[in-house]
């Protein structure tokens, strides 16, 4: 996110700015999964802040980024380095989005249908309907890009137009090349004018 994005959060967003890597960080293996510098919010760190004094015995679920580009479109972003649970997954999307609500960050659900995407991102060597084949991935991404389709896991798609404006899910490789390459040339572009 640029400086002009950042200065205009309100103060539980912009109190938690991250790099995306940080925010990637996988603490049970002590790895990130992915190396952007591309600033975001840490919304792993909202749910305390949204509880607290509140007198709640359970602690909200979040998504682990949240990204706004130039363009005004907001990302939310998922990292699974392991197995993935998909009502996990499920659940923590409805509360993210339950908290940029009732926090007055964002004005409604029909907000979110138009201007939401929704990236979750996954290590395809940990989750395979196949054994991990560098061949075979290109070639699959080959075709997939010819018929001018994305692969959609976990049920995710389901949330298109109902929540999300989009859903995606990416390898770390594809959300490299989907996401953050594009993202990271978007701002640089408007840095130097």
Same mark, same amino acid.
């Given at each position: 996110?640029?400086?002009?994005?950042?200065?205009?959060?309100?103060?539980?967003?912009?109190?938690?700015?991250?790099?995306?890597?940080?925010?990637?960080?996988?603490?049970?293996?002590?790895?990130?999964?992915?190396?952007?510098?591309?600033?975001?919010?840490?919304?792993?760190?909202?749910?305390?802040?949204?509880?607290?004094?509140?007198?709640?015995?359970?602690? %909200?679920?979040?998504?682990?980024?949240?990204?706004?580009?130039?363009?005004?479109?907001? !990302? !939310?972003?998922?990292?699974?380095?392991?197995?993935?649970?998909?009502?996990?997954?499920?659940?923590?999307?409805?509360?993210?989005?339950?908290?940029?609500?009732?926090?007055?960050?964002?004005?409604?659900?029909?907000?979110?249908?138009?201007? !939401?995407?929704?990236?979750?991102?996954?290590?395809?060597?940990?989750?395979?309907?196949?054994?991990?084949?560098?061949?075979?991935?290109?070639?699959?991404?080959?075709?997939?890009?010819?018929?001018?389709?994305?692969?959609?896991?976990?049920?995710?798609?389901?949330?298109?137009?109902?929540?999300?404006?989009?859903?995606?899910?990416?390898?770390?490789?594809? !959300?490299?090349?989907?996401?953050?390459? %594009?993202?990271?040339?978007?701002?640089?572009?408007?840095?130097?004018?």
């Amino acid at each position: 996110m640029t400086e002009e994005i950042i200065t205009e959060l309100p103060d539980i967003l912009r109190n938690h700015i991250c790099t995306m890597k940080k925010a990637s960080f996988d603490s049970s293996k002590n790895i990130s999964m992915c190396d952007s510098m591309l600033r975001v919010v840490n919304f792993d760190k909202i749910p305390a802040e949204y509880t607290r004094g509140k007198g709640w015995k359970f602690m %909200p679920k979040s998504n682990d980024a949240l990204y706004i580009s130039i363009d005004g479109k907001w !990302f !939310f972003i998922e990292f699974k380095n392991g197995s993935i649970d998909c009502s996990d997954v499920f659940r923590k999307i409805y509360d993210s989005l339950i908290m940029l609500i009732e926090l007055g960050v964002i004005p409604d659900l029909e907000f979110a249908r138009q201007e !939401f995407e929704y990236i979750l991102v996954y290590n395809s060597e940990k989750y395979g309907k196949i054994p991990q084949s560098d061949g075979r991935d290109i070639n699959y991404s080959f075709v997939m890009k010819r018929a001018e389709m994305e692969e959609k896991l976990f049920g995710i798609e389901k949330l298109e137009q109902y929540i999300f404006h989009e859903t995606h899910t990416y390898t770390k490789k594809l !959300f490299e090349t989907n996401f953050l390459k %594009p993202m990271e040339e978007q701002e640089e572009k408007q840095r130097l004018g």
